[in-house]
């Protein structure tokens, strides 16, 4: 079958690139991106491409290119849904702040409205894709509500999770190394639906690059490759501490383990830890998975990453805190950086709002500076930390660097934003209060520069 109309719901950092790209390479296919935010959906409808909703490199030109010839963002997900022959599920499963498996399982809410809406809608087959990362097993409920619709439709579930990384989401889509598509072999009809998935991949990637596989080893695979990537970043982070009390460097490390080629140079850079949407969640929904099976040493084994990440955030503040001669009440601390990584504007899981946060309890005065994140984003994202309260009084945000860094006993580096290296860091130091201290977060800075401009220098695992 040859796929005419798809149908996106959930217009976020994965649902909208993935569909932009889609739609610029099957220009035959009607993709349509529904999402219950309004404002979202203005926003990536609006003239200036300046004010997507999200940030990427690249992908205000593919938007402007596909938008409104065979790209639509819309609110009417009824209408996008009926007229779809394959609907992509990407809506966020956030952890469960609330009931069983608070704080680890995944929050399948979303997920399952998705799955009854389309049940009530839909009045021709469809093609149901999880885009969204799922537990293992999931397809089994999506199946269970989708087919218990009783109006004749017929189900194909297919599970096709997201490897791009925010910042460099669309080169990802464009150029990655595989899509997984997963889904059940057994009958014609179902091979002829994983087919049609395959085909639109195809557009532009090679065939030995489209893997296939049955649906819930696709589903295990995903939180698999973010389990890997994050515990390499958690091991490169323990070293990091130990490095720091016996003078090895953390970066000369790296780069000797990494050479080797059955370790690799990728995701071994030291940093104040892990953040983003994924990785947390991810382990945290495989640990839950682990011990509700009862696989206790296998929960044990992957719960480690998240501790070690929490402990590399934590003990960033408290060396702050520490080398400032155990004070930072009343100081002005200057973050650079509070998205998660460079080149996107999302926030979430950011280390820069668990460091923030530790400050400010230890009565710090904090200014902010981020070239894409927004002043409110910043206060949402303390207000969130800390269930709901209001957290603002001593954080500000500023629009200047120079202006964020005046007078600031310390600096601390949280994203490794690239214009951050290129600052004019002498006028910056004859503006601090001395001494003037530096905690880079990301190892983005040349020490021995620092140090000649009369910066005390502390790096993460040197
Ligand atoms: C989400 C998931 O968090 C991640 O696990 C998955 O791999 C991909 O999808 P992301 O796109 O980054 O990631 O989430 P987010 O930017 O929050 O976008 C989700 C969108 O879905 C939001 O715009 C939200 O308004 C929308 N949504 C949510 C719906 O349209 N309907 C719903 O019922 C719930
Ligand atoms: C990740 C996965 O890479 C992607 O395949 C998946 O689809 C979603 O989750 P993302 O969270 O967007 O993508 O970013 P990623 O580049 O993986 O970085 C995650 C965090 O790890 C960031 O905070 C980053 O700064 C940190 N990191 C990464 C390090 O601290 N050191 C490294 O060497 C690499």
């Known amino acids: 079958m040859k796929v005419k109309?798809?149908?996106?719901?959930?217009?976020?950092?994965?649902?909208?690139?993935?569909?932009?790209?889609?739609?610029?390479?099957?220009?035959?296919?009607?993709?349509?991106?529904?999402?219950?935010?309004?404002?979202?959906?203005?926003?990536?409808?609006?003239?200036?491409?300046?004010?997507?909703?999200?940030?990427?490199?690249?992908?205000?030109?593919?938007?402007?290119?596909?938008r409104n010839k065979n790209l639509f963002f819309s609110t009417d997900v009824d209408g996008a849904i009926k007229e779809a022959d394959m609907i992509f599920i990407s809506v966020n499963t956030p952890t469960k702040t609330y009931g069983i498996g608070k704080g680890m399982a995944a929050d399948l809410k979303y997920i399952e409205l998705c799955?009854?809406?389309?049940?009530?809608?839909?009045?021709?087959?469809?093609?149901?894709?999880?885009?969204?990362?799922?537990?293992?097993?999931?397809?089994?409920?999506?199946?269970?509500?989708?087919?218990h619709t009783g109006n004749g439709v017929n189900?194909?579930?297919?599970?096709?999770?997201?490897?791009?990384?925010?910042?460099?989401?669309?080169?990802d889509l464009l150029d990655g190394d595989r899509v997984l598509i997963g889904g059940d072999?057994?009958?014609?009809?179902?091979?002829?639906?994983?087919?049609?998935?395959?085909?639109?991949?195809?557009?532009?990637?090679?065939?030995?690059?489209?893997?296939?596989?049955?649906?819930?080893?696709?589903?295990?695979?995903?939180?698999?490759?973010?389990?890997?990537l994050a515990q390499r970043v958690s091991s490169i982070n323990a070293m990091s501490e130990l490095c720091e009390v016996t003078d090895a460097d953390v970066s000369e490390v790296a780069r000797a383990v990494g050479s080797d080629s059955r370790i690799g140079p990728k995701f071994l850079k030291a940093s104040v830890g892990f953040g983003g949407s994924c990785f947390q969640k991810?382990?945290?929904?495989?640990?839950?998975?682990?011990k509700s099976y009862g696989l206790h040493e296998v929960a044990d084994y992957w719960e480690q990453v998240i501790i070690m990440n929490d402990h590399q955030k934590r003990?960033?503040?408290?060396?702050?805190?520490?080398?400032?001669?155990?004070?930072?009440?009343?100081?002005?601390?200057?973050?650079?950086?509070?998205?998660f990584k460079k080149d996107t504007n999302d926030t979430r899981e950011s280390a820069a709002i668990y460091v923030a946060n530790d400050l400010l309890e230890e009565k710090a005065e904090i200014s902010v500076f981020d070239p894409k994140v927004k002043p409110h984003q910043m206060h949402s994202d303390l207000e969130y930390l800390n269930g709901g309260d209001q957290y603002n009084e001593t954080l500000n945000a500023e629009t200047d660097p120079y202006e964020a860094c005046k007078d600031a006993h310390a600096i601390a580096i949280l994203?490794?934003?690239?214009?951050?290296?290129?600052?004019?860091?002498?006028?910056i130091h004859a503006n601090m209060k001395k001494p003037a201290f530096l905690f880079d977060g990301r190892n983005i800075l040349n020490r021995d520069k620092m140090e000649k401009l009369g910066f005390i220098y502390r790096g993460i695992g040197k």
């Open 155 to 171: 189900f194909h579930i297919l599970s096709n999770p997201e490897f791009l990384a925010e910042g460099t989401a669309v080169q």
């Open 315 to 339: 003990r960033f503040a408290r060396n702050i805190v520490q080398t400032l001669f155990n004070t930072v009440s009343g100081k002005k601390i200057a973050f650079l950086g509070w998205a």
């Open 185 to 228: 072999q057994k009958t014609e009809e179902s091979k002829a639906a994983m087919q049609a998935l395959v085909d639109i991949y195809a557009h532009w990637m090679k065939p030995e690059q489209i893997l296939t596989t049955n649906v819930w080893s696709s589903e295990l695979s995903k939180l698999t490759a973010n389990a890997f």
């Open 415 to 427: 994203t490794e934003w690239d214009e951050f290296v290129d600052y004019d860091w002498k006028k």
């Open 115 to 147: 799955a009854r809406q389309i049940a009530r809608v839909a009045d021709t087959d469809k093609i149901v894709v999880e885009k969204s990362t799922l537990p293992v097993r999931t397809a089994a409920a999506l199946k269970s509500i989708l087919h």
């Open 282 to 290: 991810d382990i945290l929904n495989l640990v839950y998975i682990a």
């Open 5 to 66: 109309n798809i149908c996106c719901i959930g217009a976020g950092y994965v649902g909208g690139p993935t569909m932009s790209v889609i739609a610029q390479k099957c220009p035959e296919v009607k993709v349509t991106v529904v999402d219950i935010n309004e404002e979202r959906i203005a926003q990536w409808n609006s003239d200036d491409l300046d004010d997507l909703p999200i940030y990427e490199p690249g992908l205000a030109e593919v938007v402007g290119e596909a």
